[in-house]
Nanobody
Framework: QVQLVESGGGLVQPGGSLRLSCAASGFTFKNYPMKWYRQGPGKERELVATITSAGGSSNYADSVKGRFTISRDDAKNTVYLQMDSLKPEDTAVYYC?????????WGQGTLVIVSP
């Protein structure tokens, strides 16, 4: 039973920080690249960050580069997204994703609101 469960969202002020977590089960987590997506109000879903299966390489959207950090702990089957210097434009539902070969798994999402 493949499952991804996000947590860590909430309401923060501009300039604040949050760390999102995504706990995975039902597949060989260490073999999969992991991604974070987000979808803000009235916007299309966008790719925020990617980390390779080996954890040695990561990519970020230009809008979050320098502020967000993706990481993984294969012993815990968990991928993280550390979000610093948050802006109102970061308000969105954040989803984690595992996609490779026949697997395309999504979590339920966690809501992040950045507002004064």
């Amino acid at each position: 039973q493949v499952q991804l469960v996000e947590s860590g969202g909430g309401l923060v002020q501009p300039g604040g920080s949050l760390r999102l977590s995504c706990a995975a089960s039902g597949f060989t987590f260490k073999n999969y690249p992991m991604k974070w997506y987000r979808q803000g109000p009235g916007k299309e879903r966008e790719l925020v960050a990617t980390i390779t299966s080996a954890g040695g390489s990561s990519n970020y959207a230009d809008s979050v580069k320098g502020r967000f950090t993706i990481s993984r702990d294969d012993a815990k089957n968990t991928v993280y997204l550390q979000m610093d210097s948050l802006k109102p434009e970061d308000t969105a539902v954040y989803y984690c994703n595992a996609k490779q070969d026949i697997l395309d798994a999504w979590g339920q999402g966690t809501l992040v609101i950045v507002s004064p």
